[in-house]
């Protein structure tokens, strides 16, 4: 592409996607749904659009001025610091972890929450299911019930295993830092980072909470952070010791701890293999692509493995149907006097008139969790075959069911509030969901500082939180998604195509969360996680032909 003509492009696409963004945003916030008929929407979109590609034109040639002459590291991409790697590595993770035991301390035994308790209940009854990953299942359910089983205690299982958890993500952050320094970044550069992995709230919450998104995380920062040294210098990056082997185990061990990792990374390979057709990639690509293959081949030996051996049910679909299934209940819900007597007794094979009523539009989980897998599994043309019959008759409703469930992963203004009036263990969700916060049964909160129990409570339930002006932008998914698409797009804008890929694969993985039961925090937390390394990449001396475009 001409390189004027793409710098006209390039600005214009983001305008107007950030201006569809907000103004969609804006109105299922407020309204609840999208009137796609309304032409004052569509002028609002274009007028937006227009004055944010010019705004986004005008930034985006100061900021290459601004970077691409100076930059922080040798065009050759080599090293210009030398940090001793394992010292350096457990200095920084020690500091992480004291900050986080702080947190700890304040909210023992840690959070026990999102499906923990069910978690659990699998490894007590020896009753196994693919609804979650058998791989977090064996390693927090067992942890818990081994601890209890020597203790007593459940809270000492839960604490036991916050702890370890704690542990590895503190030396995952650390290595960061490390690789960090060592490709350039200062001293205050690192401290900023400490204060930031042992600090911010989101990243802290989930550092110390049983569910799978922190390891997940952990192992896509360690992944990205390959990736980076990989296309920085190919060559080189199957010299360094230990870089293959950490690629492949991190990717692996993403994949499971998470299922969509596994869609997310299969999608990545393939674009990868169209990437390395190109003869600059010969060299080195018949490696990389090894081990990319060989982490997939060894997640599904392993994931088969344990529900082979755990004779784990497999039955469930809903998963995968999340947002047919809140496509099918919106329609019954908004518009259920448009569709035939035969529409209806068709649906209601597969989800009962009693769960359609409790149809929430921002999360799926009160209609989906009735599902009929039976019925689907005898006849799924039947069905896939209601489901486009009235995606023909109410596409715009379609539309509103799907947005409803994720706008809130790209509309800076949206509150997190997707479980209002939700009663669970210890209390019932209000005007915030940013977090679960609380311990599940058979845990039990006993908090040894009371104000940082306190602070965590606020940050977590409290709608006020969402609404302070910085602090809510800093917590919100949405204006990571800006952030995040600003930085890959001024990558595209100014020719660094070798920064861009790295980064390919979270967008990936964005994208799969888009198709997820609701909008929630812990599915994106990677966003937060790998921000320093994405600015730093922003400002890292870019490649010699990009600074001379």
């Known amino acids: ?22 103004v969609f945003g804006h109105s299922l916030e407020k309204e609840g749904s999208i009137a796609y008929r309304d032409g004052r929407l569509w002028l609002t979109i274009l007028i937006l659009g227009i004055l944010l590609s010019a705004v986004l034109t005008v930034i985006m040639n100061q900021l290459q001025k ?16 030398q940090v001793p790697a394992g010292r350096m590595t457990f200095l920084y993770a020690g500091i992480i972890f004291l900050c986080y035991l702080v947190v700890f301390l304040g909210v023992y035994p840690g959070f026990f929450v999102y499906d923990a308790q069910d978690e659990l209940m699998q490894v007590i009854t020896r009753s196994f299911s693919t609804h979650h990953p058998l791989f977090h299942v064996l390693l927090m359910g067992g942890t818990v019930q081994l601890i209890h089983k020597l203790t007593g205690s459940y809270n000492a299982g839960i604490a036991c295993y916050t702890l370890l958890q704690m542990a590895v993500l503190s030396l995952i952050f650390g290595y960061g830092i490390r690789k960090l320094k060592e490709e350039g970044m200062g001293r205050r550069g690192g401290i900023l980072l400490l204060a930031y992995f042992g600090g911010f709230p989101t990243i802290v919450m989930f550092s110390l909470c ?11 920062l360690l992944m990205v952070l390959m990736l980076c040294a990989f296309f920085r210098d190919p060559a080189g990056f199957f010299q360094k010791k230990g870089h293959c082997a950490c690629l492949f185990l991190s990717s692996c061990l993403m994949m499971l701890l998470r299922n969509n990792g596994f869609y ?5 390979v393939v674009l990868l293999t169209l990437l390395f057709l190109k003869a600059e990639w010969k060299p080195c690509r018949k490696k990389m692509l090894l081990v990319c ?23 469930e679909n809903q998963e ?16 259920g006097d448009t569709l035939t007597e035969q529409q209806k007794e068709t649906l209601f094979e597969i989800l009962p008139e009693e769960a359609l009523k409790r149809y929430n539009p921002k999360v799926s989980d009160p209609v989906k969790v009735d599902f009929d897998n039976e019925a689907y599994e005898a006849d799924k043309g039947k069905y896939r075959r209601l489901w486009s019959d009235l995606f023909r008759e109410h596409p715009f409703g379609y539309l509103n069911a799907w947005f409803m469930t994720s706008y809130g992963f790209w509309y800076p203004g949206a509150v997190i509030d997707v479980y209002k009036g939700n009663t669970v263990f210890t209390f019932t969700y209000e005007g915030s969901s940013y977090f679960g916060y609380e311990v599940e049964e058979p845990g039990e909160r006993k908090s040894m500082i009371p104000v940082v129990d306190r602070a965590y409570r606020f940050l977590s339930l409290d709608e006020r939180a969402q609404e302070i002006p910085l602090l809510s932008l800093v917590l919100s998914p949405g204006a990571m998604f800006f952030l995040w698409t600003f930085v890959l797009c001024f990558f595209w804008y100014t020719g660094q195509d070798r920064k861009l890929w790295p980064f390919l694969f979270p967008g990936l993985l964005f994208l799969t969360v ?5 909008y929630l925090v812990r599915y994106v937390v990677f966003l937060w996680v790998l921000l320093p390394v994405l600015l730093w990449e922003l400002c890292r001396k870019s490649e010699r032909k990009a600074a001379e475009k």
Do not use: W
């Not at 592409?1 to 950030?18: C, H, Q, S």
């Not at 997310?264 to 990545?268: I, N, Y």
């Not at 995968?320 to 518009?335: D, F, G, K």
């Open 66 to 81: 601004r970077l691409l002459p100076k930059g922080l590291e040798h065009e050759t991409g080599q090293q210009i610091r």
């Open 293 to 315: 293959a060989g982490a997939m081949l060894a997640f599904l030996v392993v994931n088969k493995g344990f529900a082979f051996v755990l004779h784990a049910d497999d039955s």
């Open 210 to 220: 049983s569910a799978k998104d922190g390891l997940f995380t952990g192992m896509v």
């Open 1 to 22: 592409m001409n390189v004027d003509l793409k710098k006209k492009i390039i600005p214009a696409i983001l305008g107007f996607m950030y201006a569809v963004c907000l």
């Open 320 to 335: 995968i149907l999340t947002v047919p299934i809140q496509q099918l209940a919106r329609v019954y819900s908004m518009e």
């Open 514 to 518: 888009l198709l997820g039961p609701t």
């Open 264 to 268: 997310a990374f299969f999608v990545f």
